[in-house]
């Protein structure tokens, strides 16, 4: 047997520690998405920042809470995510309970997982930054909390031979002490190089999205007047397929959300062919490739939030918020669901081309200048 000679001990704590401070820059690269005091959390596979945390307003005591995540993968190799459906819950400082009854409109861009399956539409490819979108909602009779403590787990999927997948680890989110209209700033390689187009096709520009291979802006918010008791909010968006491969986009049916500055809700209703245009709208059962974009392309849609007015006040600044999905064409000429795309746009003024928020503000404050100037 051939004898193997063992460091003494001073020179095996020297190659150790050689070893630990060896691996402490990429530990530490690793770590770099959750600084300040945005709420995010981070394993060494993924980080996930909470960018917009929102209270709706119904006009009933039904309560829903929105929270936006943008989830970036770590990792050398893609990352799939799935959410653990059950598990998103809120609890406010008056100790009502939040939840989210179901996944078809409580989640937006992530798949679900169950006891029986899940949906692995969710993949990262490495450094990739994409969002999703959660609501719970709970029946409130007495007095609405005002900071909110909001939890909810994922899964990772973990390839197998054979093109199998499986379930694995499993991470828990929980941020605290939220408040209406919280947001972060997106970390900084959130918008990192995707497909075709390199650095952020944003470059800070109000009413603008980067999730995943997809960008997507709003061009154009025009309010419309109250009619009926009803008012509708027009908005073109834009959307920029920045991968080298075709994209075919489904608006997903009853994902367009929209607040204003009051808490007011207003909903795409895609019943009304109207309310939707120049894009097709996907279902459970039917999806269209209509809406084709070749690599680098952009198109046009449009989209009508409308809500109920009777007595309330007319908002000036809006969220608009919606999910895409893209399939995949099989030589069958059937589609294949591929991806979700989550879509909040921020908050944006009455106007076109990505007004931002604060421009009503502005201009009013403009308005009075001008009349002390004229006295």
């Known amino acids: 047997m051939r004898a193997i000679a063992l460091p003494g001990r001073r020179a095996a704590a020297s190659w150790l520690a050689c070893i630990v401070f060896a691996g402490l820059p990429a530990l530490q690269a690793a770590a770099q998405d959750c600084r300040g005091s945005e709420p995010c959390i981070e394993n060494p596979r ?24 943008r989830l970036r993968n770590k990792t050398g190799a893609p990352l799939t995510l799935v959410y653990v459906s059950g598990s998103a819950a809120a609890l406010d400082d008056q100790g009502t309970r939040y939840t989210m009854p179901n996944t078809r409109t409580g989640l937006r861009g992530l798949g679900a997982a169950t006891r029986q399956s899940f949906d692995p539409r969710f993949t990262l490819a490495p450094g990739e930054a994409g969002d999703a979108r959660i609501e719970v909602t709970a029946f409130v009779k007495g007095i609405h909390g005002t900071r909110f403590d909001l939890e909810l787990a994922l899964r990772e999927v ?87 491969e075709p994209m075919i986009l489904n608006y997903k ?16 209703d895609s019943r009304r062919r109207s309310d939707v245009q120049g894009i097709p709208v996907s279902t459970r059962e039917r999806a269209s490739s209509q809406f084709t974009l070749a690599p ?80």
């Open 158 to 244: 973990e390839p197998l031979p054979g093109g199998q997948q499986r379930l694995g680890r499993e991470t828990l989110l929980r941020y605290t002490g939220l408040r209406d209209g919280v947001a972060a700033a997106a970390p900084a390689a959130a918008a990192a190089n995707v497909g075709a187009a390199p650095g952020d096709a944003c470059q800070g520009r109000p009413g603008c999205v980067v999730n995943g291979a997809l960008s997507a802006h709003v061009e154009r918010l025009a309010p419309e007047a109250v009619k009926g008791n009803n008012q509708g909010i027009v908005v073109g968006v834009v959307f920029h397929n920045r991968s080298a």
């Open 253 to 268: 049916q009853d994902t367009g959300v929209m607040l204003d500055e009051l808490g007011q809700r207003y909903t795409v």
């Open 46 to 69: 993924f980080s996930a920042t909470l960018s917009d945390f929102r209270v709706l307003q119904t006009g009933n005591k039904n309560r829903p809470l929105a929270a936006t995540l």
């Open 296 to 375: 680098g392309e952009s198109r046009r849609a449009q989209f009508r939030y409308t809500r109920f007015v009777g007595k309330t006040r007319v908002g000036t600044r809006f969220t608009p918020s919606l999910a895409v999905e893209q399939y995949e064409l099989l030589p069958s000429n059937q589609l294949r669901l591929q991806r979700e795309y989550a879509l909040d746009f921020g908050t944006l003024g009455a106007g076109g081309g990505g007004v931002a928020a604060g421009t009503a503000e502005v201009q009013q404050l403009l308005d009075t200048l001008g009349g002390l100037l004229k006295r």
